[in-house]
């Protein structure tokens, strides 16, 4: 199941959103983002390796920048 399907199964009773690294190649985050937006705005909690943290946070902000 893709993350965007997980989303819609579970629609409003999302209460936090934990992600691990960001993977461009296996995620459709545009799509994915897309989906989250219709049901929740509110703490996206990502889980990664120090050296990654900052790969992650800018790879977020590209995303947000330019699906939300």
Request: proline fraction near 1%.
């Given at each position: ?23 461009l190649q296996n995620v459709n985050y545009e799509l ?19 050296e990654n943290a900052e790969r992650n946070l800018k ?10």
């Amino acid at each position: 199941m893709q993350p965007h399907e997980e989303i819609e199964l579970v629609g409003r009773r999302i209460v936090c959103f934990h992600s691990s690294d960001i993977n461009l190649q296996n995620v459709n985050y545009e799509l994915m983002l897309k989906t989250l937006k219709k049901y929740y705005d509110w703490y996206w909690v990502f889980e990664v390796e120090l050296e990654n943290a900052e790969r992650n946070l800018k790879l977020w902000r590209e995303m947000m920048n330019k699906y939300w």
